[in-house]
């Protein structure tokens, strides 16, 4: 049995081990695949796995040996997955295992923006504390989070695990979801509608799916009705933002200031307006990379494989 990853370099850029696929059939690993060469390495391999290259309907024709796909990521857009059940090809993905890294990711963000620690520590460095008149200084405003609200729109395995650390430092959690389990209810966590989130939260952020109800769910009309001064912290999809009103946003001072992983076309293009703009932090997509979350993720990868190979299908995403 062939076995082709298509990209694996962001999964494991070395430090951790293939072995375990290796066990399987014949493995061969690529780093990253240019699209014009994804039938050819893909041959006629029957097991194939992928994290961005893209597998549409003409490649899954065209590739017709594929028996079994595994997407190395929860999101599964980047194959055609209607196209791979007519063609009775299972499609897997592997969720929840970002849950812990993405939601300390978000408090990442927000503890940057609320006491600048980095930018401090480097006028430290720079001699600004030695040279001060006074025992101590701070070169921005500094946020306190206890008693602010956090709205946390998608309130999944992720926006819970956010709203659990939030709650832990002293903060009442908003939340907005599809699907209401009033279980999780307290004095410090209920369920809002859109308008309320958005008009009661300090801090917003998102831990929704992207679908066509949720692009664009930060845009120029849904900031005009949040708090002056708000704080967003996107760690989900960056199409979930229009950039260009965020930017205007922050530009203004509407919204204080934004924590982004994630944004519209990755990597990010020069020409994005949230570069330029004011008092974001702006990081490559790395709230799911930490070294024990990439080995979650590999782990459930092979374990799908193993089930398919034992004849059942588990994390099945087009049955």
Request: with cysteine; charged share 25%; glycine share 6%.
């Amino acid at each position: 049995m062939k076995i082709v990853i298509l990209d694996g370099y962001t999964l494991n850029p070395g430090d951790l081990s293939w072995e375990e696929l290796e066990k399987l059939g014949e493995l061969t690993v690529y780093d990253r695949t240019p699209e014009d060469k994804i039938l050819e390495r893909i041959g006629n391999a029957e097991i194939i796995y992928t994290n961005k290259i893209p597998l549409n309907r003409e490649i899954l024709y065209k590739a017709s040996n594929i028996k079994w796909i595994g997407v190395l990521a929860t999101g599964y857009d980047v194959v055609d997955v209607e196209a791979a059940k007519e063609r009775g090809i299972p499609v897997t993905n592997v969720p929840n295992y970002g849950t812990t890294s993405v939601s300390q990711m978000v408090f990442a963000l927000l503890l940057e923006i609320c006491h600048h620690v980095w930018e401090h520590s480097e006028a430290v460095k720079r001699g600004e504390w030695t040279n001060n008149t006074d025992w101590c200084f701070w070169k921005y405003p500094l946020i306190e989070l206890a008693g602010k609200t956090i709205g946390i729109i998608g309130y999944g395995r992720i926006g819970q695990a956010t709203g659990k650390i939030a709650q832990a430092m002293g903060m009442k959690v908003l939340a907005y979801d599809q699907y209401v389990n009033r279980e999780l209810e307290s004095e410090t966590m209920k369920y809002a509608s859109l308008d309320e989130l958005f008009r009661e939260s300090d801090v917003i952020s998102l831990h929704c799916p992207l679908s066509e109800s949720t692009r664009g769910i930060i845009n120029k009309e849904t900031i005009a009705k949040m708090k002056d001064g708000v704080i967003i912290i996107n760690t989900a999809r960056g199409s979930l933002v229009i950039e260009q009103d965020l930017a205007d946003a922050l530009n203004s001072g509407k919204v204080y200031a934004a924590g982004i992983d994630v944004v519209s076309i990755e990597p990010i293009k020069m020409d994005n307006p949230l570069l330029k703009a004011k008092n974001v932090i702006l990081t490559p997509h790395i709230a799911w990379a930490p070294k024990e979350s990439r080995q979650r993720l590999m782990d459930i990868a092979i374990n799908n494989l193993k089930s398919f190979l034992s004849g059942k299908l588990v994390n099945v995403v087009n049955q």
